[in-house]
Nanobody, 122 residues
Framework: VQLVESGGDSVQAGGSLRLSCAVS????????MAWFRQAPGKEREGVAL???????THADSFKGRFLISRDMEKTTLSLQMNSLKPEDTAIYYC?????????????????WGRGTQVTVSS
């Protein structure tokens, strides 16, 4: 399984971006897909996940600003990010887990993309 992120860019605070993650092949065993991010000097943190049935979980820090979604064929994962803040600056990663009960713990995800850089300036 190969995950390829795109959509990262440099934007002004208050702006929006939409990240995409293409899954190279449809793998029936993938139960959950998620977005994580990692800022310089900080640990990787979970942003949002979507399970096999389409149910979503967003970390409290991102509720109301970020929205995870997936296409019907389950081959493209998206993250709509609105009202961006300078503290949202990070590398954003797409990840996939075979666990149907995955949480936003990065150790539960076995497939990772290389990340896409998001930079928000004030």
């Amino acid at each position: 399984v190969q995950l390829v992120e795109s959509g990262g860019d440099s934007v002004q605070a208050g702006g929006s971006l939409r990240l995409s993650c293409a899954v190279s092949e449809y793998v029936y065993a993938i139960y959950c897909m998620a977005w994580f991010r990692q800022a310089p000097g900080k640990e990787r943190e979970g942003v949002a996940l979507i399970n096999y049935y389409g149910a979503t979980t967003h970390a409290d820090s991102f509720k109301g600003r970020f929205l995870i979604s997936r296409d019907m064929e389950k081959t493209t994962l998206s993250l709509q990010m609105n009202s961006l803040k300078p503290e949202d600056t990070a590398i954003y990663y797409c990840a996939a887990s075979r666990s149907p009960l995955a949480t936003l713990n990065p150790r539960e995800f076995v497939f990772w993309g290389r990340g896409t850089q998001v930079t928000v300036s004030s």
